[in-house]
């Protein structure tokens, strides 16, 4: 069973996460106390088909910086845990998502190598009390932690939330890729024998 977990608390927030990737029935249960935030994770845990749950209290009288980027630092971590030497995955994973008049693009590289490259504009700051700024700063915690290169571009639309909402579920749909386990790949897929 390929799963991970972590309990995380800082002057700043209270995470308590867990992530399964290959249930039959993947279960979904988030409260971070950010309502677009929550939506966010919901569809990318649908469209990853991994089980997920996070509970996160943060200082939301500050704002939602630090809940959003210690979440991101949390599931990275989880990530790195549940996939453990990477034995058997393909890697590798890219979608492209219409979201109505919006295109998202993400590709993936489970490398152990961490990058983030973030192509997006938001016209609008805020949605709901979330600031749309933190959709990368969400994404690079993420990327560092998880040990993978990303990328992740806008391609055009004009609406914020579908522009959010097609790269959240691009993300999704490409880690389902990445870390499906191919049977045609023997240890890891790499040269160098390890990732």
Do not use: W
Not at 34 to 63: K, P
Not at 177 to 184: G, L, S
């Amino acid at each position: 069973m390929r799963e991970g977990s972590l309990v995380r608390t800082t002057a700043e927030t209270a995470i308590t996460l867990y992530l399964a990737l290959d249930e039959a029935d993947p279960v979904c249960e988030i409260a971070t106390g950010i309502g677009f935030l929550d939506h966010m994770l919901t569809l990318f845990a649908r469209h990853s088909r991994i089980s997920f749950s996070c509970q996160a209290n943060g200082d939301l009288e500050v704002d939602g910086h630090h809940t959003a980027e210690d979440i991101g630092i949390v599931l990275g971590k989880c990530l790195k845990e549940a996939l453990g030497d990477k034995s058997g995955i393909n890697r590798y994973g890219n979608e492209y998502v219409p979201m109505d008049e919006s295109l998202g693009f993400v590709a993936l590289d489970l490398s152990g190598r961490s990058y983030l490259v973030f192509d997006a504009e938001f016209d609008n700051p805020k949605l709901g009390d979330f600031d749309t700024e933190l959709v990368e700063e969400f994404f690079q915690a993420v990327a560092f932690n998880a040990e993978m290169n990303l990328h992740m571009k806008v391609l055009y639309g004009k609406n914020t939330h579908h522009k959010i909402e097609a790269l959240f579920k691009a993300f999704g749909r490409a880690l389902r890729q990445a870390i499906e386990v191919n049977p045609n790949i023997k240890g890891v897929n790499s040269t160098k024998g390890v990732l």
